[in-house]
């Protein structure tokens, strides 16, 4: 993620959030949002991710932004907006399920794994957070999460909670379905060049492919154990050079 210049007020969520190294979490916290089911169909069914992922990667840091580092009038209307967008996204998946973007456990979720991708950062990095600084991250977070509309009975109650929740969604919710596996081997292969890769641009059929699958192994490789368990995967040496990567800042 691009640092973002940060408001006059500083907090925990803001200034972890603005941290670079953020953006080196970003595949997993998108692979397991995906997972879920719901957030699979509604991408499949009306996101732009596949024809254009850069696009649709700056729009999602935009909103980011409004929502976590805005003030309270650009906040209220990024809420309005995103508001909007959910009531059109539903239908019935592949699976003859129905989904909605409205569904309120499925949003809490995809804000749910948000933190955890925080908190996962600062263990990666060699750093992790303390339990007090857990609580007041959360606490922070969830503030954001009330602006959303999410009900509060449908996210962990505190930060102790989430490691239990989050396991609880991976062993009896999620799915390692195709747009899992298109989200790891298959999209970055298949991306169109980057606009500000400027003179390297000829060079990027030959990164797209080194990039992939770097990329997948380094975010397979630090999901969940809850995740290897259930779906077969495991941490290879992957994990290892991902923890050195965020521990050294690069």
């Known amino acids: 993620m691009t640092s973002v210049a940060l408001p006059a007020v500083e907090t925990l969520l803001r200034r972890t959030l603005g941290e670079r190294r953020m953006g080196l979490v970003a595949w997993r916290l998108l692979v397991m949002q995906i997972a879920h089911p719901v957030v699979a169909a509604g991408m499949d069914r009306y996101s732009t991710y596949r024809a254009h992922p850069w696009r649709r990667i700056e729009h999602t840091m935009e909103s980011g932004s409004r929502l976590f580092f805005a003030g309270p009038e650009e906040r209220r209307l990024e809420v309005a907006r995103l508001q909007r967008t959910h009531r059109r996204i539903s239908g019935t998946d592949a699976a003859g399920r129905a989904f909605s973007a409205e569904d309120p456990e499925v949003r809490g979720w995809v804000m749910v794994t948000l933190y955890e991708s925080m908190t996962a950062m600062r263990e990666l990095s060699g750093d992790p957070l303390s339990n007090a600084e857990r609580d007041v991250l959360y606490a ?70 080194v990039i992939a699958r770097a990329l997948a192994a380094l975010t397979v490789s630090d999901l969940p154990p809850a995740w290897h368990e259930r779906f077969g995967t495991s941490r290879g040496p992957g994990g290892a050079a991902l923890s050195w990567t965020l521990h050294h800042g690069l």
Do not use: T
Request: with cysteine.
């Open 140 to 209: 922070e977070f969830l503030d954001v999460c009330a602006a959303l509309g999410i009900p509060g009975e449908v996210l962990p109650a505190s930060a102790a909670e989430v490691p239990a929740y989050v396991d609880r969604m991976v062993r009896e919710v999620l799915e390692y379905g195709p747009e899992v596996r298109d989200m790891l081997y298959g999209l970055l292969r298949q991306a169109p060049v980057p606009r500000r890769l400027g003179r390297l641009a000829p060079a990027w059929p030959l990164m797209r492919v």
